[in-house]
């Protein structure tokens, strides 16, 4: 059995050039459904974030099963192959767990050193597991990886004060909008980014957030525990040009604001987080409104990375024991295979 990877970051092209391939939680079930129906792969765990999309493999021929993956993307997502084989980044086993240690670590995150990303590896691993995708090597790497990820934000300083994406929204609000209070924001999409986005506004003590979220429970959740106002997802199209600054992060297959959706002569500030993007990148066009996605955040998240960078020889020698550990784990396994 051999450990392969296919994955392309923010690090490697630009966001709206990852969004074609990006797959969301249904994307993702209809393709662990194909990989468990198929003896070409036998584990597989799928890596998704707001900047990345990552396949962790093993095969008796990783050649082959990356051939059956990149037509079974094109064929769900209907993009040529040669286009998903221009994006995607193939390593084998050392480079693919250096890779994977690093993404863990937060050294390979648009906000270096963040936490978000541990949680979002955690979550990755334990979706394929539930579906019996893992076994012995997969086991093995995602565990140590989440080990390793431990260890860094405990041995070094590289998440002390570190920002998150979220957090780098609200900072480019405050940037962007220097008398923000007085503006009022809703947020739809009640995920993680959306609900920390609220929660660093609650904490800042802005008077004037409007949460909405596809299923309500979200949504009422936090209507429970803060005071905050409301607005239903069916109704979020028309009040929407009401507010001043609108923040999404929801799982949309196109973007679902436009600018049909807008005042014409009304100033708005729109931070859209979501992969694919959930608001018309077109928008980013017309002089009253100014759009920042996620790639428009690296300018943000940089301003803290200087800080951090003292911490990365210490990450990196954590990094290279754990990765020297885990190929001695390989060798050993296969001389008593």
């Known amino acids: 059995m051999a450990l392969g990877l296919l994955g392309v970051d923010h690090t490697q092209t630009a966001i709206k050039n990852i969004e074609p391939i990006f797959l969301n939680k249904d994307g993702k079930q209809r393709l662990?459904?194909?990989?468990?129906?198929?003896?070409?792969?036998?584990?597989?765990i799928i890596l998704t974030t707001c900047n990345r999309v990552e396949y962790y493999l093993v095969a008796n021929d990783l050649d082959a099963a990356k051939t059956w993956l990149i037509t079974a993307i094109?064929?769900?997502?209907?993009?040529?192959?040669?286009?998903?084989?221009?994006?995607?980044?193939?390593?084998?086993?050392?480079?693919?767990?250096?890779?994977?240690?690093?993404?863990?670590?937060?050294?390979?995150?648009?906000?270096?050193?963040?936490?978000?990303?541990?949680t979002q590896v955690k979550q990755a691993y334990e979706e394929a597991a539930n579906l019996n995708l893992t076994g012995a090597i997969l086991n093995k790497c995602f565990q140590v990886a989440i080990s390793v990820g431990k260890r860094v934000r405990s041995e070094t300083d590289i998440s002390r004060g570190a920002y998150s994406v979220s957090s780098i929204a609200i900072e480019a609000i405050r940037q962007t909008q220097l008398d923000y209070f007085s503006k009022s924001i809703c947020i739809v999409g009640m995920g993680t980014m959306g609900i920390?986005?609220?929660?660093?506004?609650?904490?800042?003590?802005?008077p004037d957030v409007t949460v909405c979220n596809r299923s309500q429970a979200a949504v009422?959740?936090?209507?429970?525990?803060?005071?905050?106002?409301?607005?239903?997802?069916?109704?979020?199209?028309?009040?929407?040009?009401?507010?001043d600054i609108i923040i999404t992060a929801t799982s949309v297959r196109q973007p679902l604001l436009l600018n049909t959706h807008f005042k014409t002569a009304k100033q708005y500030l729109l931070i859209d987080l979501g992969l694919p993007r959930n608001i018309d990148p077109s928008l980013e066009d017309y002089s009253e409104i100014t759009l920042i996605n996620v790639d428009g955040l690296k300018e943000v998240a940089s301003i803290n990375v200087k800080k951090k960078m003292g911490e990365l020889s210490k990450v990196t020698a954590i990094i290279?024991?754990?990765?020297?550990?885990?190929?001695?784990?390989?060798?050993?396994?296969?001389?008593h295979a």
């Open 320 to 335: 290279e024991e754990e990765l020297t550990n885990i190929l001695k784990w390989f060798s050993f396994k296969e001389s």
């Open 220 to 243: 009422d959740d936090i209507a429970k525990k803060h005071p905050v106002k409301t607005l239903l997802f069916n109704d979020v199209l028309t009040a929407i040009k009401e507010f």
């Open 32 to 44: 662990y459904d194909q990989i468990r129906s198929t003896t070409i792969i036998d584990e597989c």
């Open 196 to 206: 920390r986005c609220f929660k660093k506004l609650y904490a800042l003590g802005h």
């Open 74 to 118: 094109s064929k769900q997502k209907q993009v040529s192959e040669d286009i998903i084989l221009s994006l995607l980044n193939y390593h084998q086993r050392e480079h693919a767990i250096h890779h994977l240690f690093d993404v863990v670590s937060g050294i390979q995150s648009m906000v270096f050193g963040e936490n978000e990303i541990l």
